[in-house]
């Protein structure tokens, strides 16, 4: 039964890796939150097992065919709802009696209930970066007229989120984009740290070979397979300097992406007077996870102790994106603004797939979007519409790119 005095919690995307985190946070802390409702997309056995640990009041599956199904599965456990389709996913974000959505469902997919959070006030815990990649302006505004609250799970952005003055994150959290900069604050520049994935320092003669199990396989973190592939090329990191030059408010030339192979550093903080603020910890996204739900309270969330003398060195190294071209590509999507960056996000999204599934070489994910990125005409408006119809015809382009490279095969 609820107890009136914890936060009921939403989280859309249960099964993947960032729900599971989640849940193993939440459980930490019963005194504190309550499980209302998880979403999963299709994997009902991992749902039902969830489901019969972790109670919640409501289960949701993407369609009513697996809603069927985890009915069946869940035919005697009691005083759990199981609901099916997208317009379920919408109410169990924006339920009134929700306190806190944790958006972590995986792609363009996760903006809808996403944006629901958002138009009604909650707190919103946001792992899904395509949200804001594709729908950024529109995304923040909506944050601010309905006063929900943002708090980022990325453990970048969370990074960084930790390194500003708590006044600032009190103003970032509620108006991202209505406020005068950090800047004003006397932040010179933001310093996004990431690990540059498995192929670092691969030969680069040999990108073509690289299969789905060398991308998948992360040297520091264990993650969900498209977000891997997004580390192995480093469009994880472009999708990443998008996400934060809206969620700071600060232009792309106010970042600067530096690689640290050991993924301690999340990220850091440079001011005017010198100081360089950074967050540290073991790579566990049980960190930033308890960091958004207890802020501005500091949490217990099972994470390892730091061993410095373990870790030993840190180093750090710029980004080579003759390497990793899809930085350079998420960069031209940030300088063209408009719905640019849906298309860059949407055909990612498609390349990733078909790379997964053997379809396309690594490389090609790059040369795709780049393709996609020159034919699919952007527009400079933040209307919903139109971000969902370019979306869609990035989506379509690739897929006919693929259709006649299957043929030519
Ligand atoms: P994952 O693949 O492990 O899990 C994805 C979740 O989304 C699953 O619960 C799945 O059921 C759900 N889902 C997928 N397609 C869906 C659909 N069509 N409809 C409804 N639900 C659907 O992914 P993940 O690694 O947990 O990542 C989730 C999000 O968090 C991504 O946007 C990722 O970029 C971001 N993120 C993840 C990490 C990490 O460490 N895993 C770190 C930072 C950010
Ligand atoms: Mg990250």
């Given amino acids: 039964m609820r107890d009136a005095s914890t936060k009921a919690v939403t989280?859309?995307?249960?099964?993947?890796?960032?729900?599971?985190?989640?849940?193993?946070?939440?459980?930490?802390?019963?005194?504190?939150?309550?499980?209302?409702?998880?979403?999963?997309?299709?994997?009902?056995?991992?749902?039902?097992?969830?489901?019969?640990?972790?109670?919640?009041?409501?289960?949701v599956m993407a369609d009513t065919a697996s809603a069927e199904q985890l009915k069946e599965l869940l035919q005697n456990e009691k005083g759990i709802s199981i609901l099916g389709g997208s317009e379920a996913l919408n109410e169990v974000a924006s339920a009134e009696s929700v306190d806190i959505v944790m958006a972590a469902i995986v792609g363009a997919v996760g903006l809808m209930p996403t944006l629901?959070?958002?138009?009604?006030?909650?707190?919103?815990?946001?792992?899904?970066?395509?949200?804001?990649?594709?729908?950024?302006?529109?995304?923040?505004?909506?944050?601010e007229q309905h006063n929900a609250e943002l708090l980022p799970i990325d453990s970048e952005h969370n990074a960084i989120f930790q390194c500003l003055e708590s006044g600032y994150q009190h103003e970032l959290t509620r108006n991202g984009l209505n406020n005068k900069g950090p800047k004003s604050k006397g932040v010179t520049k933001i310093l996004l740290t990431g690990s540059g994935g498995p192929f670092r320092e691969y030969p680069l003669d040999k990108f073509d070979e690289i299969?789905?199990?060398?991308?998948?396989?992360?040297?520091?973190?264990?993650?969900?397979?498209?977000?891997?592939?997004?580390?192995?090329?480093?469009?994880?990191?472009?999708?990443?300097?998008?996400?934060?030059?809206?969620?700071f408010n600060v232009q792309h030339e106010d970042v600067e992406i530096v690689l640290h192979k050991q993924?301690?550093?999340?990220?850091m903080v440079a001011y005017n007077d010198g100081s360089v603020l950074a967050q540290m910890g073991n790579p566990d996204m049980r960190t930033p996870i308890a960091n958004a739900l207890g802020w501005p309270e500091r949490i217990a969330s099972g994470v390892e102790p730091l061993d410095l003398f373990k870790v030993c060195q840190l180093n750090f190294e710029k980004a080579d994106e003759n390497r990793f071209p899809c930085l350079r590509l998420a960069r031209q999507a940030i300088q063209q603004g408009g719905t640019s960056m849906a298309i860059l996000n949407a055909a990612n999204e498609?390349?990733?797939?078909?790379?997964?599934?053997?379809?396309?070489?690594?490389?090609?994910?790059?040369?795709?979007?780049?393709?996609?990125?020159?034919?699919?005409?952007?527009?400079?408006?933040?209307?919903?519409?139109?971000?969902?119809?370019?979306?869609?015809?990035?989506?379509k382009f690739v897929n006919h790119q693929l259709s006649v490279m299957s043929v030519e095969v």
């Fill in 11 to 59: 989280i859309l995307g249960a099964t993947g890796s960032i729900g599971l985190n989640t849940l193993d946070v939440l459980f930490r802390h019963a005194d504190r939150f309550h499980l209302y409702a998880i979403t999963a997309n299709t994997q009902v056995e991992k749902m039902a097992e969830i489901c019969r640990t972790y109670r919640p009041e409501i289960a």
């Fill in 116 to 143: 629901s959070a958002a138009r009604a006030g909650k707190r919103i815990l946001l792992a899904n970066k395509e949200a804001l990649v594709m729908a950024g302006h529109l995304f923040m505004t909506e944050v």
């Fill in 211 to 247: 299969t789905p199990e060398q991308a998948i396989a992360h040297p520091n973190w264990s993650m969900g397979p498209k977000i891997s592939v997004d580390s192995a090329t480093m469009m994880n990191k472009g999708l990443e300097l998008i996400e934060a030059c809206w969620l």
């Fill in 263 to 267: 993924s301690i550093i999340h990220s």
């Fill in 350 to 395: 498609v390349a990733v797939q078909a790379f997964l599934q053997s379809q396309i070489t690594f490389t090609r994910i790059a040369e795709l979007i780049e393709l996609t990125m020159k034919h699919v005409a952007h527009q400079q408006t933040d209307s919903l519409q139109q971000i969902l119809a370019d979306d869609q015809a990035a989506r």
